[in-house]
C-alpha cells in the first residue's frame, strides 16, 4: 500500500530533550516536507527537501532541522524542544515538482507535547 | 504576504443540505489551488485545480476556481453525516513545491 508513515504518532517530552520524528514513504516520491497544524494557523511548512541530500527552510524553521540521506526518509530533529514547538506535526511527499504532480501525500501526524 | 482565507471558519447543517465553502487567495505566482478533507488524522486530497471556470466533480462534492476574483468554492450537496470533517484550501506558489493553507472550514453535519 502507497503510503507516508510517521514515528511516533505520540510524544510527551520536556524541555530541552532532543528528539526525532522519523518519516517515510514507499512511493519513490523525490519531494518531501514537514508542516505542523496549530489552531487556527491551518498548516504551515517547516522544511522541505526537492531530493536527496537537497533541503531547504520553509516558513517556520526555526528550531528545527532535517536531513534527507536517502529518497524515502525526512526525519525531523528538534534539539532543544521548547514547549511552543507543542503541535501537530505532517509529513508529507509528492513525486515531484511539475504542476501535475501538485497532490501531496500526508503521513498520519504526530502529536506531540512539549513540557 | 502570501495568504489563503477560508470562509466560514465553521458550519452546521442538517442530512440533505447543501453548502458552500470559500476560498480566497492572495498568492505571487500561483500555480494551482487545492482541496484537501481531514477528519482527524491526515488530510485527503479532494481536488487540484489550476485553470478558471473549470468545474472539477466527484460525486456530491465540485468545485471551482476563479483566477481573476482569486477564489475558489466548494459544493457539498445533499450533505451526509459522513462529510463532518474539517475542509483545508492551499494554494501552491512558486517553484519550491510549497502549499500555503488557509485556516480550515470546520463543518459539522447533524442528523
Known amino acids: 500500500e502507497a503510503q507516508v508513515t510517521q514515528n511516533p504518532r505520540y510524544l510527551i517530552t520536556v524541555t530541552g530533550k532532543k528528539l526525532t520524528v522519523t518519516c517515510s514513504q514507499n512511493?519513490?516520491?523525490?519531494?518531501m516536507s514537514w508542516y505542523r497544524q496549530d489552531p487556527g494557523l491551518g498548516l504551515r511548512q517547516i522544511y522541505y527537501?526537492?531530493?536527496?541530500?537537497?533541503?531547504d527552510k520553509g516558513d517556520v524553521p526555526e528550531g528545527y532541522k532535517v536531513s534527507r540521506k536517502e529518497k524515502r526518509n525526512f526525519p525531523l530533529i528538534l534539539e532543544s524542544p521548547s514547549p511552543n514547538q507543542t503541535s501537530l506535526y505532517f509529513c508529507?511527499?509528492?513525486?515531484?515538482?511539475?504542476?501535475?504532480?501538485?497532490?501531496?501525500?500526508f503521513g498520519p501526524g504526530t502529536r506531540l507535547t512539549v513540557l | 504576504e502570501d495568504k489563503v482565507v477560508q470562509s466560514p471558519l465553521s458550519l452546521v447543517v442538517h442530512e440533505g443540505d447543501t453548502v458552500t465553502l470559500n476560498c480566497s487567495y492572495e498568492?505571487?505566482?500561483?500555480?494551482?489551488l487545492l482541496w484537501y478533507k481531514q477528519e482527524k488524522k491526515a488530510p485527503t486530497f479532494l481536488f487540484m485545480l489550476?485553470?478558471?471556470?473549470i468545474e472539477k466533480k466527484s460525486g456530491r462534492l465540485s468545485s471551482i476556481l476563479d483566477k481573476k476574483e482569486l477564489f475558489s468554492i466548494l459544493n457539498i450537496t445533499a450533505t451526509q453525516t459522513g462529510d463532518s470533517a474539517v475542509y483545508l484550501c492551499?494554494?501552491?506558489?512558486?517553484?519550491?513545491?510549497?502549499?500555503?493553507f488557509g485556516q480550515g472550514t470546520t463543518l459539522q453535519v447533524k442528523p
Open positions: 492551499a494554494v501552491s506558489s512558486g517553484n519550491t513545491g510549497k502549499l500555503i
Open positions: 508529507a511527499s509528492r513525486k515531484g515538482l511539475a504542476e501535475s504532480y501538485n497532490e501531496q501525500f
Open positions: 527537501s526537492m531530493n536527496v541530500e537537497v533541503t
Open positions: 498568492v505571487t505566482n500561483f500555480r494551482s
Open positions: 512511493m519513490n516520491h523525490e519531494y
Open positions: 489550476t485553470s478558471s471556470g
